[in-house]
């Protein structure tokens, strides 16, 4: 079974600064897709980036980008230019690309950003 | 686009009893995902419909849970004989999928159950 972990329960950073949040995920899989989901207290999540897993080239989202390395088994997400709204649990998950559609979500980080 | 939208937000039942949530997914979304969220964990996968067919349950599904959507629209899970250790948030998350394609999923805002 595919496991995610996320060893940073808790991170903060001050505001315009740059924070980076840890994944490490077990698969024996070739190709799958990564996720970062923020988790705001309204506790709606909501997809901040994804990643194809056939592809070398790092996904990036305004100020959000990923550090994907495959053969590590790794994939961080950076926060540029941080905001008070980026304050939430942020979530990594995996998906299969074939059989399950389900995601698997890792323990989460709670980001805190000092004004 | 109105989102998935997830009813009641809040439900406060005692044990033994049974209770039902609602969700509606994105109108065009044809697969729908049920999880379960206990506090300071991620969610975890219970249940996925494709339009009307329940294709996959997880091991945490027991028999006092049921899922359905009986018209590829809205789903509801229903927990029978509610326990203490049931007392979480469920959220609903709908995509659109064919075969190996899925759009990401798109998540409500959650149904918090307590059971005293």
């Known amino acids: 079974a595919q496991t995610v972990t996320q060893s940073q329960p808790e991170m903060s950073v001050q505001e315009a600064e740059t924070v980076t949040l840890s994944c490490t995920y077990d698969t024996s899989e070739s190709d799958y897709y990564l996720f970062w989901y923020k988790q705001p207290p309204s506790r709606q999540m909501i997809l901040v980036i994804r990643q194809e897993a056939y592809k070398q080239q790092n996904a990036t989202e305004n100020r959000f980008s990923v550090n994907f390395q495959k053969a590590a088994k790794s994939f961080s997400l950076k926060i540029s230019d941080s905001q008070l709204g980026d304050a939430a649990m942020y979530f990594c998950?995996?998906?299969?690309?074939?059989?399950?559609?389900?995601?698997?979500f890792g323990t989460g980080t709670r980001l805190t950003v000092i004004p | 686009d109105t989102g998935v939208s997830q009813n009641p937000r809040h439900k406060i039942t005692k044990r033994g009893q049974n209770v039902t949530f609602r969700c509606d997914p994105i109108s065009e979304h044809n697969r729908l995902y049920w999880y379960r969220q206990t506090l300071g964990q991620g969610p975890e996968f219970l249940t996925y419909f494709q339009n009307e067919a329940q294709l996959e349950k997880s091991r945490l599904l027991s028999d006092r849970f049921s899922a359905e959507r009986p018209k590829g629209s809205f789903s509801t899970l229903e927990i029978q004989r509610t326990e203490q250790g049931d007392s979480a948030m469920y959220l609903c998350a709908s995509s659109f999928g064919t075969g190996t394609y899925n759009s990401p999923l798109h998540f409500g805002n959650g149904t918090r159950l307590t059971v005293t």
């Open positions: 998950a995996y998906r299969s690309v074939t059989g399950a559609n389900n995601l698997f």
